[in-house]
């Protein structure tokens, strides 16, 4: 992330905005389940949210800064807070009810690094587990709030495939002001074996 991000990130607007109006329509209908997996916390503007509707939160954040900070916020919580890289999670397979991921799919460097944090995510998750992912449309405002940062759109379009490809099923995507809601269902009669 860039110095912007780093600042709007872990500003108090950030947090209002991801706990008011982010983070509702992002968990609008869903069921969570008893421990959540959230990829790309950041500093931490949805983990207050996420630890008031489910009993365990467990964050990751690949930024050292940011990691720090989380960790300091989590403060012995049930779950906790490490650092670690979306695409090799440091978790057993089928350890999660579910896992959300927050503007985090355009940070990594490529689509095939985006694609094994798909395969991952699935691997993480329960049967039954679902994958939530909030992402921005790819536009030059974007693109030059993105400067000296990584910028690996994803493509609303593409992720029927790519997660279909990860093992997912009933992939949905709901678009709202600028960006999307990626929603798939580790399905519980999978076949498949980790």
Not at 82 to 92: E, I, M, T, V, W
Request: contains cysteine; glycine residues 10%.
């Amino acid at each position: 992330m860039n110095g912007l991000e780093h600042f709007l990130c872990s500003s108090s607007l950030w947090r209002y905005l991801t706990q008011r109006q982010l983070l509702p329509w992002v968990l609008s209908g869903v069921r969570l389940g008893d421990h959540v997996l959230e990829i790309g916390a950041g500093y931490g503007p949805a983990t207050p949210q996420l630890r008031k509707a489910v009993p365990r939160v467990t964050s990751l954040e690949y930024d050292a800064k940011s990691a720090r900070h989380l960790k300091a916020q989590h403060n012995g919580g049930p779950g906790g807070a490490l650092r670690g890289d979306a695409a090799q999670l440091p978790f057993a397979s089928q350890s999660f009810s579910s896992a959300i991921a927050i503007l985090v799919l355009h940070h990594l460097r490529s689509r095939e690094v985006q694609d094994r944090m798909f395969a991952e995510v699935y691997r993480v998750l329960r049967p039954g587990g679902i994958f939530l992912a909030y992402e921005i449309n790819d536009s030059w405002v974007h693109r030059l709030g993105h400067i000296r940062s990584t910028f690996t759109p994803v493509s609303a379009g593409s992720a029927f495939a790519r997660l279909t490809r990860a093992g997912f099923s009933r992939i949905s995507v709901d678009f709202r002001r600028g960006a999307f809601r990626l929603g798939a269902i580790r399905e519980k009669d999978s076949s498949t074996t980790d």
